[in-house]
């Protein structure tokens, strides 16, 4: 074959597996296995094949971080998240406040303006009370400190050795009071791809946390609330098509679902992307792309090229948004895929991954 | 971030790419195998390929250590792992292999205890914390990984621990490469040399095949411009007409390899008489064995072990792929029935796969791709 001939065939291999990914992933497990928890392609055959067709009704297709509901004429935003990070103590953080900024931040990227909050705790029996009260507190603190009321709450506790000590569930419910409405559906070439902060912080120092690798870093966690920075872009930037926190999975597959839910193709500039020494180091070490680590206080947001002065000065100047940049821009094609020019020249494909490299960090 | 940085360097990179389009005879095409797994991660991750010419291609050979395994020991590691009292422990890119019942994911959901270690050691560490369990490791790996395999026995005999064994599946480097130099259906010009094996095995034991094969190989390592500079050397050989072993990895790799690793791997490992190879078959003298003085850590001796031969799928054409007679989307199931979510073969799980790395990182034409994303 000569080398155009041979371009052709692999042109028509790839054609065919494009094909073949727009029917989305199967669900060929008779067991629920670690990935289907882990928020890539494991976990939306799961949502698809099984919830989507038990439950399905307009509001949940949407799939967004929080749904949208009108209520005699007001919009509201419902979100929930369940936790079950290990260690439940960690540096910047533990597992309270975690439960209570991860679904302000659900709320707070769809738009909204978080108001109230649930908490549903499962308990294992000998956890200790001075530990409950060290998560309360953290809570509470979070709760104040985002601007939510902490208003209905329940409590069941499972024998020993039927839980790890603490899981929490939060539900959020927050006010959609901007005329402003977002969809990654909306996102279209062109525009430009916003980070409010460095990247992984939260996924490796969870890794870190565990003690398994015998590697110290001076790092904490990013978890933090993101009401204030993601209201601050939204009054600054009309043109904010959609934002995303990136949580399991990271950066990449945040980008991911916007890329196909818009079938546009989101092009990252890998040196572009803020990541702290100690977070590349780690992931130097571990074989770990910063891309796919999750973080609970960063969130992903896609603007029109006209506003992302006006946007990124905004989110520089509110709280947990200093370290706000450009990572890359939207262009028509290749639809519904992620690439990144790499900091070493070349190009490759960002996917979505199977799983979850680093387990149980949120 | 210091000897990260200067080895990913674009502009250095543009230079070599300037000396080795230059080095390009007009109309030849050249192919190079990069032997390793971790080369192949490197080359797809960091985009390599743009800087090569288009008559240069990189032929991904069989050194993935978990795309070797057949599905055999699969089955008979679950079997392992399933019984009352054992941990299995494995490394985290052997998880999604597939036997013939399914992974070791599959086997924990259906209640084995199997956990991910990062090394042996840790493995050798949960045998401590639990004396009343019986806990295996999951020996992968060429000579890069045996020699901590290896350690782990001698400490675990050292520490007079009990409850540990090692499910040994280390396999050696050389008889992979004699049997891609002594598969008819392959046109090579040169090696890039596996640098991690290297680093225990030194360079010598590849002189035969500047010798006997009359192919040069270059012992490269993992950072993009290592390999970017070793596909120049190579070119460089062709062009002065010589044909040697050259290490461009030499400040890991020593020329005689590791003495005290090789030591310790001869103490503890001996060779096999013949090993199965996933794709490729049964390679004589080609994998490694606990050796009888420490047979009370050897898994295959401490447990019952089925050993029962599993034919490849049919379908799958991993064989080709790992020999490099293939590229991955020439495989007829490549991305449709076989795809990292629902793997059939193993180049299709583990991030060093070529199938896997093709898939995740490659998976559109340079041309498209470069078009897609230029500035």
Wanted: hydrophobic share 45%.
């Amino acid at each position: 074959m000569t080398i155009g001939q041979t371009r052709d065939a692999e042109q028509q291999v790839l054609l065919r597996i494009e094909r073949v990914r727009r029917r989305g992933p199967r669900l060929i497990e008779s067991h629920i296995t670690l990935p289907h928890g882990a928020g890539g392609k494991a976990s939306r055959a799961l949502v698809e094949h099984v919830f989507l067709d038990a439950f399905g009704n307009r509001v949940l297709a949407e799939l967004g971080d929080a749904a949208a509901v009108t209520v005699d004429g007001a919009r509201l935003a419902i979100t929930t998240d369940s936790f079950v990070v290990s260690p439940l103590f960690f540096p910047g953080g533990d597992i309270g406040e975690l439960a209570v900024n991860g679904t302000v931040n659900d709320l707070a990227v769809s738009g909204a303006r978080p108001l109230y909050l649930s908490v549903g705790l499962i308990l294992e029996e000998g956890f200790p009370i001075a530990d409950v009260r060290r998560i309360a507190a953290s809570m509470a603190s979070a709760a104040a400190q985002a601007g939510v009321q902490i208003v209905t709450g329940d409590t069941k506790v499972v024998q020993r050795g039927k839980a790890d000590g603490c899981y929490i569930n939060t539900t959020g419910v927050g006010w959609l009071d901007r005329p402003h409405r977002m969809v990654a559906s909306a996102v279209r070439p062109g525009d430009v791809v916003l980070v409010s902060g460095p990247i992984g912080d939260h996924g490796i120092t969870i890794l870190l946390a565990r003690g398994e690798l015998d590697i110290d870093a001076d790092l904490a966690s990013d978890t933090a609330p993101l009401h204030a920075a993601t209201a601050a872009l939204l009054d600054a930037a009309p043109g904010v098509r959609v934002m995303r926190d990136a949580t399991r999975g990271g950066v990449a597959t945040v980008l991911n679902e916007i890329a196909e839910a818009a079938q546009v193709a989101v092009v990252v500039d890998e040196a572009a992307v803020p990541v702290r020494p100690a977070v590349t180091g780690a992931c130097e070490l571990l074989g770990i792309d910063p891309l796919y680590v999750a973080c609970e206080g960063r969130f992903v947001a896609i603007v029109d090229p006209t506003d992302v002065e006006a946007g990124l000065a905004a989110l520089r100047a509110a709280p947990f948004g200093e370290g706000a940049t450009v990572i890359g821009e939207v262009r028509a094609d290749p639809p519904a895929l992620v690439l990144a020019r790499t900091a070493f020249g070349g190009t490759r494909i960002v996917d979505t991954l199977v799983g979850d490299p680093l387990p149980r960090i949120c | 971030m210091r000897f990260v940085d200067e080895f990913r360097d674009a502009g250095t990179a543009r230079a070599l790419a300037a000396r080795i389009a230059a080095n390009c005879e007009p109309g030849r095409r050249y192919a190079f195998m990069e032997v390793c797994g971790g080369h192949t991660h490197t080359i797809y991750k960091h985009g390599l390929e743009d800087y090569l010419p288009e008559t240069v291609s990189l032929v991904h050979g069989p050194g993935c250590p978990v795309c070797v395994i057949p599905m055999g020991r699969v089955d008979d590691a679950i079997a392992i792992a399933s019984r009352p009292g054992v941990i299995m422990t494995s490394f985290g890119d052997m998880m999604r292999v597939p036997g013939s019942q399914g992974s070791f994911l599959d086997a924990k959901a259906d209640g084995a205890d199997i956990r991910m270690v990062y090394s042996p050691l840790d493995a050798l560490k949960i045998a401590r914390a639990n004396p009343d369990r019986q806990v295996v490791f999951m020996a992968i790996g060429f000579e890069t990984t045996a020699p901590s395999t290896a350690m782990t026995v001698l400490r675990a005999q050292a520490e007079g621990i009990q409850n540990f064994s090692v499910f040994c599946n280390h396999v050696t480097i050389i008889p992979a490469i004699r049997a891609i130099l002594d598969s008819p259906d392959l046109r090579l010009d040169g090696f890039i040399g596996p640098g991690h094996v290297s680093t225990v095995i030194g360079c010598r034991p590849y002189e035969f095949i500047a010798r006997h094969y009359a192919k040069p190989l270059v012992c490269a390592g993992f950072e993009p411009l290592d390999i970017l500079q070793s596909v120049h050397m190579l070119l460089q050989q062709l062009v002065d007409g010589r044909c040697e072993v050259e290490n461009q990895y030499a400040r890991v790799v020593p020329w005689d390899g590791n003495p005290l690793a090789l030591t310790a791997i001869d103490q503890v490992m001996t060779l096999r008489p013949h090993f199965e190879w996933r794709g490729l078959g049964f390679i004589s003298q080609s994998a490694l064995r606990v050796r009888d003085s420490y047979a009370a850590f050897d898994a295959e001796r401490v447990f019952d072990v089925p050993g029962v031969r599993v034919a490849d799928p049919k379908a799958c054409q991993c064989g080709e792929v790992l020999k490099g007679v293939l590229k991955p989307w020439e495989c007829k199931v490549f991305g449709t029935a076989c795809t990292p979510e629902t793997p059939i073969g193993t180049c299709m799980v583990s991030s060093e796969g070529a199938c896997a790395a093709y898939y995740n990182f490659g998976r559109f034409t340079r041309q498209r791709i470069s078009e897609a994303t230029a500035v």
